[in-house]
């Protein structure tokens, strides 16, 4: 069975690629647009504005050195707003109520503890909608963190207020992330849906001029033509959308962030997409409605999941929304990625969520075409 879906996967990339669509639609125009993007409105991310959150649960000398160096810090003007939080639990609701992107913690005895030569606690909130200031939160806290085990900070707490505590030098440089990765990311999550969906529309088109019937009076399983063309869909809109991931870092000279995690991002994208478009071809009747319905879904959820605008520029309702798209979960993972540098595992949750996407819409898809094209 291997070698009939090799050749009906051939057929169509070498149909693909002599029409020119496959050139155009996976690689020109995502590129092009990403790039005219990137030159006319990129540069830093504009919500380099952060609130984080700090509760003291200590009540001492240390918490409120550190609060009042860090609000006078010249680096963070303008950028960073601190707000004195009451517990924890008003902490937890604030982020994720949205009230403030992060939250530091310092423990009860704090202050006590690291005078002492011991390490303190000190803990941070994070939520994934916010991921600039959970980058701020967390790189005070492990700044924070490297002084008390260096005993910087227990020596400064024995000798007095003589040197200012500098907690560190640039915390939002791990948070910036340039809007060519915003664009980069949107055009290569927008024309994925693009690129699978001409390969399921071409079953529409067969089918209206007689060849799917052919083909299926042949020796052929009745899921061997949707195989083929959903293997090239898959594999020409993977090409895309790592072709314009590779020219946004030339050209910008910029970072999408860990390319394992990046790359399984991506996979996990267009097999999102090559599911949804799937389940598209599988409900309409022309090749005509396919464009019309295709080209709907795609833009809004284009626009909507942040390939067309960056999410933290949307209302917040919109911003809920986003993550009811694969492409506010491939936005928000690749934002992710690109702003702390982590790696596969905080990429985790948008990738299972966009696989169950996949699984979701896929099984349905089956379900229309062995009504519809394969009945």
């Known amino acids: 069975m291997m070698r009939p879906l090799l050749t009906v996967s051939a057929l169509e990339l070498r149909t693909r690629l002599r029409d020119g669509t496959a050139l155009i639609i996976a690689v020109i125009v995502p590129v092009a647009l990403a790039t005219l993007f990137g030159l006319a409105l990129g540069g830093d991310d504009p919500p380099l504005r952060a609130t984080v959150g700090v509760v003291d649960l200590d009540r001492g000398r240390l918490p409120a050195d550190v609060r009042r160096e860090i609000a006078a810090a010249e680096q963070f003007k303008g950028v960073l707003t601190l707000r004195d939080l009451p517990s924890e639990q008003a902490a937890r609701r604030a982020v994720d109520d949205g009230g403030v992107g992060a939250a530091i913690v310092f423990g009860r005895d704090f202050s006590r503890t690291v005078g002492a030569g011991g390490s303190g606690q000190v803990s941070v909130l994070t939520t994934p909608e916010s991921p600039l200031a959970g980058v701020v939160a967390r790189s005070l806290v492990e700044r924070i963190a490297v002084m008390v085990e260096s ?14 505590l500098s907690v560190v030098s640039d915390p939002l440089a791990g948070g910036k992330v340039d809007l060519s990765v915003y664009y980069g990311s949107g055009m290569a999550a927008l024309f994925a849906f693009f690129v699978v969906g001409a390969s399921f529309r071409s079953l529409l088109t067969e089918r209206k001029l007689g060849t799917l019937n052919r083909m299926r009076a042949g020796p052929l399983a009745p899921w061997v033509p949707v195989a083929g063309k959903a293997i090239v869909g898959f594999a020409l809109a993977l090409f895309g959308v790592c072709v314009t991931w590779a020219s946004s870092t030339l050209i910008f000279g910029t970072t999408w962030g860990d390319p394992v995690a990046v790359f ?31 080209m709907a879904v795609s833009f809004v959820a284009a626009f909507f999941g942040g390939s067309l605008v960056p999410i933290p520029n949307l209302p ?60």
């Open 264 to 294: 399984a991002v991506l996979c996990a994208h267009v097999l999102a997409a090559a599911a949804i478009t799937m389940l598209v071809a599988s409900r309409v009747k022309t090749d005509a409605q396919a464009d019309g319905v295709i």
């Open 151 to 164: 005993r910087a900070l227990t020596e400064r707490f024995a000798a007095g207020p003589a040197e200012p």
């Open 316 to 375: 917040d309702a919109l911003q809920a929304v986003a993550l009811f798209t694969p492409n506010g979960w491939t936005s928000h993972a690749l934002v992710g990625l690109a702003g702390s540098g982590d790696g596969l595992s905080s990429v985790a949750l948008p990738i299972g969520v966009l696989c169950a996407i996949a699984l979701t819409a896929g099984g349905l898809a089956a379900m229309g075409l062995k009504k519809g094209l394969l009945g």
